[in-house]
């Protein structure tokens, strides 16, 4: 072992520890890692981050990743927001039952799984009921355009490469297939009805939610004019919105700079809609 840099100071990070909770219908055990914030204080109740993730077969597990990625959790921490991520329903690493338990069933089972996790943790305290808000990418991005058009409970929501439209989604995506797999099989000209319940463009008229859109301009899995759709309607609907677009950005930031980003340009979304002038946290 080394001691290279003796003199930096690291910087204070969030315990996170893991929960679980049963799923609404009664079929399974739900897992999540929620990370408290920094200086957590357990007679306060604090701003609660969902952080949905991709796939859906991803899978958030208890380790810690020294390298960039696309949301900086500690940075929040660091904030005083609460991070809860949950593995939902089709997420992998809990066998095939539940890996496969939301096909064709894209934003109903698997996000009655996140709001109940979300209620465990306004339960235990951590978590003010009325300081909730929503950020997801890809798959994670696809749920939170679908849950601001269920849930009026988030006080803003951020979409990272977000698939609202399945219709249009399915035949300009490089991974149609997939797509089509997780639809039960049926392409979208033999169930269009299906297509349209599975996504957020045909509810949009829903959402109340201020909803950011952040896309990357070469993404080519979830095509750019995905989160142009949401971005469009929503501004047309009167809902409170902004569109980051990140440059030469395929499914995903990869540049150090625009990695680092992404987090500020979430947190400044965030702030704007909780907690324009007030305090960080709240008490119970």
Not at 232 to 251: D, F, K
Not at 272 to 279: A, E
Request: no cysteine; glycine share 10%; hydrophobic share 35%.
């Amino acid at each position: 072992m080394t001691d290279l840099h003796a003199d930096v100071e690291m910087p204070e990070l969030g315990r996170t520890e893991v929960l679980s909770w049963e799923s609404k219908d009664g079929r399974f055990e739900i897992e999540g890692l929620l990370t408290y914030p920094v200086d957590y204080d357990p007679s306060r109740s604090y701003p609660l981050i969902l952080n949905v993730h991709g796939g859906p077969s991803g899978v958030f597990v208890q380790s810690f990743t020294g390298s960039a990625s696309t949301y900086n959790l500690q940075y929040f921490a660091q904030e005083g927001y609460a991070v809860l991520r949950p593995n939902p329903r089709g997420s992998s690493g809990y066998g095939r039952d539940f890996r496969f338990a939301n096909v064709r069933d894209w934003g109903y089972g698997d996000m009655d799984d996140l709001m109940e996790g979300v209620d465990e943790v306004i339960d235990m305290g951590v978590a003010h009921p009325d300081s909730l808000l929503l950020m997801g990418w890809s798959y994670g991005g696809y749920m939170t355009s679908f849950a601001v058009t269920r849930t009026d409970r988030f006080k803003a929501a951020s979409m990272g490469a977000g698939l609202p439209n399945l219709v249009s989604m399915v035949t300009t995506t490089d991974i149609g297939e997939y797509l089509v797999a997780h639809m039960g099989g049926e392409e979208f000209w033999e169930d269009y009805e299906g297509y349209e319940r599975h996504s957020a463009m045909y509810r949009i008229a829903n959402v109340e939610t201020p909803t950011q859109v952040i896309h990357g301009e070469n993404d080519l899995r979830v095509p750019f004019t995905q989160g142009q759709e949401f971005y469009r309607a929503l501004g047309r609907l009167g809902v409170p919105t902004e569109m980051i677009v990140l440059p030469r950005t395929p499914h995903g930031p990869r540049e150090p700079k625009l990695q680092m980003e992404v987090s500020k340009i979430i947190m400044k979304w965030f702030d704007k809609h909780l907690r324009p002038s007030g305090p960080k946290i709240t008490t119970e």
